[in-house]
Nanobody, 121 residues
């Protein structure tokens, strides 16, 4: 089994910054794409930004130039640096990792429990 533990959420004023972290542990042979999703009231969960093992990232247009994703493959950890935060960034942010338990095993998607990010003055 794989566990994802997120940290770094909180309350921040508009224009402020936060850095989210997500550490994966457990039966991990290797991980593929890792990323961050968010869910706010009245909206569907959406992909914020994701990054492949090789470092290729994709993101939703609304965070372009403000959010940066990075990862530490050796420690199965992914980060999301969020700058210039806006009211509309308020949401629960979830980490997701595609991981497999052995070299011949299929990749499976695992989710973290979520961390609240609130942007408020």
């Amino acid at each position: 089994q794989v566990q994802l533990v997120e940290s770094g959420g909180g309350l921040v004023q508009p224009g402020g910054s936060l850095r989210l972290s997500c550490a994966a542990s457990g039966s991990i042979f290797s991980s593929n794409t890792m990323g961050w999703y968010r869910h706010s009231a009245g909206n569907q969960r959406e992909l914020v930004e994701a990054i492949t093992r090789g470092g290729v990232a994709n993101y939703v247009d609304s965070v372009k130039g403000r959010f940066t994703i990075s990862r530490d493959n050796a420690n199965n950890t992914v980060y999301l640096k969020m700058n210039s935060l806006k009211f509309e960034d308020t949401a629960v942010y979830y980490c997701k990792s595609e991981a497999r338990a052995c070299s011949g095993c299929p990749y499976r998607g695992y989710w973290g429990q979520g961390t609240q990010v609130t942007v408020s003055s």
